[in-house]
């Protein structure tokens, strides 16, 4: 089993900066992916980005430019810089860990919400 803990989320104006960090423990030596994914009301989950334990990335087109995502492996903590954010990226923030990038096969955190008002 692996737990994962977020922090981070908040209120923000739009175009400002909001930093998430999630760290993982228990069986942290069958993590490769982190990431974070994030859900707004009525809005499937989507893939917001992920960071392999090598550094690989991938993330949404929508944020590519705006967030960035990075991996500290001897904390085992992940982090999502998120930088212009706009109205749209209001949702709630949920960290993710696991072996493959697949959601069915990831763990998850609580979620954290992040809300940027216009």
């Known amino acids: 089993q692996v737990q994962l803990v977020e922090s981070g989320g908040g209120l923000v104006q739009a175009g400002g900066s909001l930093r998430l960090s999630c760290t993982a423990s228990g069986r942290i030596g069958s993590i490769n992916v982190m990431g974070w994914y994030r859900q707004a009301p009525g809005q499937q989950r989507e893939l917001v980005a992920v960071?392999?334990?090598?550094?690989?990335?991938t993330a949404a087109d929508s944020v590519k430019d705006r967030f960035t995502i990075s991996r500290d492996n001897a904390k085992s903590t992940v982090y999502l810089q998120m930088n212009s954010l706009k109205p749209e990226d209001t949702a709630v923030y949920y960290c993710?860990?696991?072996?493959?990038?697949?959601?069915?096969?990831?763990?998850w955190g609580q979620g954290t919400q992040v809300t940027v008002s216009s």
């Open positions: 993710c860990a696991g072996q493959v990038a697949i959601p069915a096969f990831l763990s």
């Open positions: 960071i392999s334990r090598s550094g690989s990335q």
